[in-house]
């Protein structure tokens, strides 16, 4: 049996354990005592079991801003992918082309995330937004009031700030494949699309997990975005699983079915993060994913 | 400046809750260390550590609390007896 050779390294850890500790591990613990008590101020509280977490788990307001979640980490995965994909397969591989490509790509993910929502705001007012303005010429747009108009400007948006990511994961792992895969194809005479599916899809099986997943946390935990480009609204049409949080736990100030709400919430992400980490680990080892 | 503990609002059963997770990872790094476990294979998909079925465990006990006490309205001592089960079965088969 193998022996454990460099347990002494576990010491280094402990500085970022510690930092893990006060920024993590003991507001989760407050997190879990909050959420067993009726908490009016400090040290004014009563312990009242799993009352909110029935009261949660029973909110229909939660159920939709879950399936509402899903929906839009759905619809955000159903386009992006594909669209990254194609852009990627687009991108030019020689020459001045390439890096002009890649800054213009890059640009819409070094835009702070509220500001995004703010530029959007903007772009889409009906009155004196440039897009908004124009779309209006043709049939009536207003994401503040239209909860389809809303979910339209909100994946638009998402799908500017995001595809990006994608584009740049599938280029990587694109230029990763040796020149001979596609000298061999064209010797066997195929087409792009047996190309496309036989060697460059494998290929890139590796980098497009790491972006599915990706993309799936961060549609799944957004929160910036939509609370300055909507606010949840209109109505609750746009109200994630974020936003719908904050409203309990910070304007409402419920302490108690806020922390049983944030440990709903943790636990999924918390499965998602696994399969996510899971997935990663194999990506490494070349294992079948 | 005096370090208190008074703002995490303690309570005894999430006291209880904490300790037993903290027990349970001290016995796991003493085991671990004495008789060095291996990456195998059991019903889960994939291989396991101790400490990967630890975690799916655990994991997997918080959502058959939350689906206890979504679905049915019998005393949560029923299914800290089937979490233990649970625990058990992962840990030896999974």
Request: no cysteine; proline share 5%; hydrophobic share 55%.
């Amino acid at each position: 049996m193998e022996k454990w050779e460099n347990n002494k390294a576990w010491f280094l850890v402990l500085p970022v354990f510690i930092i893990v500790a006060f920024s993590s591990i003991l507001p989760i613990m407050t997190v879990v005592n909050y959420s067993i008590q009726d908490i009016w101020g400090p040290g004014q509280s009563i312990f009242v079991g799993t009352e909110w977490y029935e009261e949660m788990l029973a909110d229909h307001r939660l159920h939709d801003a879950l399936w509402r979640q899903f929906l839009f980490s759905g619809l955000v995965l159903l386009i992006e992918m594909p669209l990254g994909i194609l852009l990627a397969l687009a991108m030019p591989k020689r020459g001045w082309g390439v890096s002009a490509s890649l800054v213009t790509m890059s640009l819409p993910l070094l835009i702070p995330w509220n500001t995004i929502g703010t530029i959007w705001i903007i772009f889409t007012r009906p009155d004196i937004g440039l897009f908004g303005a124009a779309v209006n010429q043709l049939v009536e747009f207003d994401h503040t009031a239209r909860p389809l108009d809303a979910w339209i400007t909100l994946m638009l948006m998402e799908v500017w700030h995001w595809t990006p990511l994608v584009t740049l994961l599938a280029y990587a792992g694109l230029r990763a494949i040796p020149e001979a895969y596609y000298q061999a194809a064209k010797i066997d005479g195929a087409s792009t699309w047996s190309t496309f599916w036989y060697i460059q899809l494998p290929k890139m099986r590796g980098v497009l997990t790491i972006a599915f997943l990706l993309r799936f946390m961060d549609s799944f935990l957004i929160y910036a975005e939509p609370f300055v480009l909507t606010g949840g609204g209109p109505g609750n049409s746009t109200t994630f699983l974020s936003i719908y949080l904050v409203k309990i736990a910070l304007l409402q100030f419920d302490l108690g079915p806020g922390g049983a709400f944030s440990l709903i919430y943790f636990v999924i992400v918390l499965l998602f993060s696994y399969m996510f980490y899971q997935a990663l680990q194999r990506v490494g080892k070349g294992e079948k994913v | 400046m005096t370090l208190t503990l008074e703002w995490m609002e303690w309570t005894l059963p999430t006291a209880i809750f904490f300790s037993t997770i903290f027990l349970i990872l001290v016995a796991m790094t003493i085991w671990q260390t004495v008789a060095p476990s291996i990456e195998r294979r059991g019903f889960l998909p994939i291989p396991t550590t101790p400490g990967d079925r630890l975690f799916i465990g655990l994991l997997g006990s918080a959502y058959l609390f939350l689906a206890w006490l979504a679905l049915t309205d019998f005393t949560l001592w029923i299914m800290l007896g089937i979490a233990v089960v649970w625990m058990i079965v992962v840990m030896r088969w999974g």
